[in-house]
């Protein structure tokens, strides 16, 4: 309590006389509170009009160029959206596209490879005929020489067997007759 003592102490006279509490407030006395509230209300309108309303002004901008760069980085990002959508549309047809090449070369090939096949067979079966043919050819071929032979044989031996010479009649009469005679063993 001695602080509460001295404090109350330093106090001269009455605390809460209304004379002494207006000279308190204004210790100049009325006319000097006016002024400094007029200075003080007229230093408020300076800064509000000189500081105020140009940072005001300016902070404005600021928010207004915020917002537009949120707006720009929204558009530009629908942009970026619609272009990924395209690229990516590109892109699949591009496979399908790519798909479709692949299918047709394969199909193509396919074909090719069928047409060879025929071709090939068709080659085939014409130089197995004509072996054949060759074959059937070179067999009367031979068979004609064997005939050849036999009628000089055959004639040699007639010219011997008989002990003359054969005329060209009696020739081809005993020729004919061996020779049926052959070719009707040969078909047995």
Same mark, same amino acid.
């Given at each position: =309590?001695?602080?509460?003592?001295?404090?109350?102490?330093?106090?001269?006279?009455? &605390?809460?006389?209304?004379?002494?509490?207006?000279?308190?407030?204004? &210790?100049?006395?009325?006319?000097?509170?006016?002024?400094? %509230?007029? @200075?003080?209300?007229?230093? %408020?309108?300076?800064?509000?009009?000189?500081?105020?309303? &140009?940072?005001?002004? =300016? =902070?404005?901008?600021?928010?207004?160029?915020?917002?537009?760069?949120?707006?720009?980085?929204?558009?530009?990002?629908?942009?970026?959206?619609?272009?990924?959508?395209?690229?990516?549309?590109?892109?699949?047809?591009?496979?399908?596209?790519?798909?479709?090449? %692949? @299918?047709?070369?394969?199909?193509?090939?396919?074909?090719?490879?069928?047409?060879?096949?025929?071709?090939?067979?068709?080659?085939? !079966?014409?130089?197995?005929?004509?072996?054949?043919?060759?074959?059937?050819?070179?067999?009367?071929?031979?068979?004609?020489?064997?005939?050849?032979?036999?009628?000089?044989?055959? =004639?040699?031996?007639?010219?011997?067997?008989?002990?003359? !010479?054969?005329?060209?009649?009696?020739?081809?009469?005993?020729? !004919?007759?061996?020779?049926?005679?052959?070719?009707?063993?040969?078909?047995?």
């Amino acid at each position: =309590m001695p602080i509460a003592a001295a404090l109350l102490s330093s106090c001269a006279g009455a &605390p809460f006389e209304a004379q002494d509490f207006v000279e308190k407030i204004f &210790p100049n006395g009325y006319w000097d509170f006016f002024i400094q %509230l007029i @200075a003080f209300i007229l230093l %408020l309108i300076i800064v509000f009009f000189l500081g105020y309303k &140009p940072i005001r002004k =300016m =902070m404005q901008k600021r928010h207004d160029a915020v917002n537009a760069m949120i707006e720009d980085a929204k558009q530009n990002q629908i942009i970026a959206e619609k272009a990924a959508k395209a690229s990516d549309q590109t892109i699949q047809e591009g496979k399908e596209e790519a798909e479709r090449i %692949l @299918a047709a070369a394969r199909k193509q090939a396919e074909f090719e490879r069928e047409k060879t096949l025929q071709e090939t067979k068709r080659e085939i !079966e014409a130089r197995k005929k004509k072996a054949d043919e060759d074959i059937l050819a070179a067999q009367e071929a031979s068979k004609e020489e064997v005939r050849r032979q036999i009628v000089d044989v055959a =004639m040699l031996a007639s010219e011997a067997l008989l002990q003359r !010479e054969v005329n060209t009649e009696d020739n081809k009469r005993l020729v !004919e007759g061996f020779v049926e005679d052959l070719n009707g063993e040969g078909d047995k």
